[in-house]
């Protein structure tokens, strides 16, 4: 019953293989509780009471975070509504199951200090004279601090989506939706300063996108995605000590600062282009954090085994 669910999920419903792996470890996982091989899995035998006991064992014999157990119960579900669609079971026992509740991580973000370290690296190296490889670098990260756009939404970036004049960028964000974003006069001149970098080198070739890159056979080739991943994580592991130096953390970066000068959230929502206001909220409790941190570091009455007396 498991391998015709598995083989749906991926032909009919063209799940990705990756995908279709993780639903075949979750199941097997199931059935190893229960006792059984996977070709052993018998829908009669099964019960609330035993899924119940599944995610218990998860949490406390396996030690598995609320998310990776709602991941695999999700699995389990998924295969429940097959079976009542193939008429193999006359009840779902996992529809009245609630998994534990996830808590959504924090993000991370890079200090002040860490972004001012940067763009006094940028500085030096203009002054003693940026190889195309520095100007456009040094440009990303500051694109990316100053737009908070995806990484996907960069490398998309066409010459025509930036509105120098106006000192503005046009994204193009998840299903095409558009958005406008202000830049300041300093990124304006950085931009400028690029393109023209980029003049010398494509010499007389059309650029084939925004942000070029060329390859080891001197080829002028839009910038891919593990060449923007590795500018980021190399020009920012040289200012930060962060586990993770990605694009996206420059864009959790960007957030947390508007809202820490002041920016109410639904402008920040606009620029991030968020669907939905209650993803753009998890800055809140980013800053909530910071609040907290500093003021248990600073007030007197909140300070600990400080040995002092009111």
Not at 47 to 57: G, P, Q, R, S
Not at 81 to 91: D, N
Not at 218 to 234: A, C, D, H, Q
């Amino acid at each position: 019953m498991i391998q015709h669910f598995l083989d749906y999920i991926s032909i009919e419903r063209k799940y990705s293989q990756r995908t279709v792996e993780a639903y075949h470890d979750d199941l097997r996982d199931f059935c190893r509780f229960m006792g059984w091989e996977i070709e052993e899995f018998n829908p009669a035998d099964v019960d609330e009471t035993d899924v119940k006991a599944w995610m218990l064992d998860m949490i406390e014999a396996q030690h598995q975070s609320p998310r990776s157990v709602k991941r695999r119960l999700s699995a389990l579900r998924s295969f429940y509504k097959f079976l009542l669609r193939q008429k193999k079971v006359a009840r779902d026992v996992t529809a009245r199951i609630i998994p534990p509740k996830a808590d959504k991580p924090l993000p991370v973000f890079f200090r002040k200090e860490e972004m001012e370290a940067v763009k006094e690296i940028s500085e030096r190296r203009e002054e003693a004279g940026d190889s195309f490889e520095d100007i456009r670098d040094f440009l990303i990260i500051e694109l990316l601090y100053q737009t908070g756009m995806r990484q996907a939404e960069m490398l998309n970036l066409q010459d025509a989506d930036l509105d120098l004049a106006q000192a503005q960028v046009r994204i193009f964000g998840k299903r095409r939706k558009e958005r406008i974003v202000p830049i300041g006069a300093a990124l304006v001149r950085q931009i400028e300063t690029y393109k023209e970098a980029r003049t010398t080198l494509l010499d007389g070739i059309q650029a084939p996108a925004f942000l070029v890159r060329v390859s080891s056979r001197g080829e002028v080739k839009p910038l891919s995605k593990g060449t923007l991943y590795t500018i980021v994580r190399t020009r920012m592991g040289e200012v930060s000590t962060l586990k993770k130096h990605s694009p996206h953390v420059l864009r959790h970066t960007f957030a947390t600062a508007m809202l820490d000068n002041g920016a109410d959230i639904r402008t920040i929502q606009t620029l991030l282009g968020h669907a939905s206001l209650s993803t753009t909220q998890v800055y809140t409790h980013t800053t909530f954090e910071q609040i907290k941190r500093v003021y248990m570091e600073a007030h007197p009455r909140a300070q600990k085994n400080k040995g002092t007396t009111s």
